[in-house]
């Protein structure tokens, strides 16, 4: 069984940077992308980045780019998400999730971590 755990979630002021960690457990018998998505108060969840097995493609939600950058080790069979210049629209709670290859969606989802940008 695949699982997902995030760390690195905290209360921060504007301005300042936090990086979230995604940790995979269990046997994964295929490549696969992974992904931040997070969801704030009364709103739905949305897309943050995603990253290609490899790490040589990725992709960012117009709202971080240039503030965020998702990167993965698969020795550690971690991913991050490094979080610049932090606004208080980025309060949210982070989620990780990994899709595995040939597939349209993400197929395992962490619980989440709480990031919550104080003004």
């Known amino acids: 069984q695949i699982q997902l755990a995030e760390s690195g979630g905290g209360l921060v002021q504007v301005g300042d940077s936090l990086r979230l960690s995604c940790a995979v457990s269990?046997?994964?018998?295929?490549?696969?992308?992974m992904g931040w998505f997070r969801q704030a108060p009364g709103k739905e969840r949305e897309f943050v980045a995603r990253?290609?097995?490899?790490?040589?493609?990725?992709s960012y939600a117009d709202s971080v780019k240039g503030r965020f950058t998702i990167s993965r080790d698969n020795a550690k069979k971690t991913e991050y998400l490094q979080m610049n210049s932090l606004k208080p629209e980025d309060t949210a709670v982070y989620y990780c999730?990994?899709?595995?290859?040939?597939?349209?969606?993400?197929?395992?989802w962490g619980q989440g971590t709480q990031v919550t940008v104080s003004s």
């Open positions: 999730a990994l899709r595995l290859m040939g597939n349209r969606r993400y197929d395992y």
């Open positions: 269990g046997r994964t018998f295929s490549t696969y992308d």
């Open positions: 990253i290609s097995w490899s790490g040589a493609v990725t």
